[in-house]
């Protein structure tokens, strides 16, 4: 049973790198979601494919960010001229119903 | 402005004894709610969910509890065990388009052996 898979699991960079993250969904899943989690916060939501068609994203996803599904199967989410407020864990999440999403076991970015 | 409230950080619970874990929404276009397990370093677990148009679902030990005219839900565990352990997330979602997860700050469940 593969679940949603995602990498790195950690990632330390300088503060004006760029980074990405990649996320392979479940297989069947045709949607697949980015969020965001800092400490002492839930998870927020960052942006939603269905299939490989971006159609929504977050006020919280500002222009150094970006994100792709080239062939409605994994994604990616990169950030250009990352901030220390870029520190966060980045969760990939995925479902076929739409409402019940899994998650992956998240990548922790840190901006030093 | 959080939409989704969980207003205990934590709470402490002698095992096999009942844990209650609360939640508060403000939107009332959320008509989906859902709770996830979070354990360190992990990616949260889907436990379980509820639909608005029902008041109770069940799974196991895990049940949840929907209140609609109090906008308030809650999750009962029962009996609590030591590997519930965790941090518990309320999620809610307004049931058209992206299905995007509006989560609450989360409640630390201890359960003491």
């Known amino acids: 049973d593969t679940g949603v898979s995602q990498d790195p699991r950690h990632k330390i960079t300088k503060r004006g790198q760029n980074v990405t993250f990649r996320c392979d969904p479940i297989s069947e899943h045709n949607r697949l979601y980015w969020y965001r989690q800092t400490l002492g916060q839930g998870p927020e939501f960052l942006t939603y494919f269905q299939n490989e068609a971006q159609l929504e994203k977050s006020r919280l996803l500002s222009d150094r960010f970006s994100a792709e599904r080239p062939k409605g199967s994994f994604s990616t989410l990169e950030i250009q001229r990352t901030e220390q407020g870029d520190s966060a864990m980045y969760l990939c999440?995925?479902?076929?119903?739409?409402?019940?999403?899994?998650f992956g076991p998240g990548t922790r970015l840190t901006v030093t | 402005d959080q939409q989704v409230k969980q207003n205990s950080p934590s709470l402490s619970v002698q095992e096999g004894r009942i844990s209650i874990l609360n939640c508060d929404y403000t939107?009332?276009?959320?008509?989906?709610f859902l709770w996830y397990k979070k354990y360190p370093a992990e990616g949260p677990t889907f436990l379980i969910s509820?639909?608005?148009?029902?008041d109770k679902n069940e799974d196991g030990r895990f049940t949840v509890f929907l209140n609609k005219s109090a906008k308030h839900l809650s999750l009962h565990i029962v009996p609590s065990q030591p590997g519930d352990s965790a941090v518990y997330f309320c999620a809610a979602v307004s049931g058209a388009g992206s299905y995007q997860l509006t989560f609450g700050k989360g409640t630390k469940l201890s359960v003491i052996p």
């Open positions: 939107n009332s276009m959320f008509d989906y």
């Open positions: 999440a995925s479902s076929w119903t739409g409402a019940e999403q899994y």
């Open positions: 509820i639909s608005s148009i029902k």
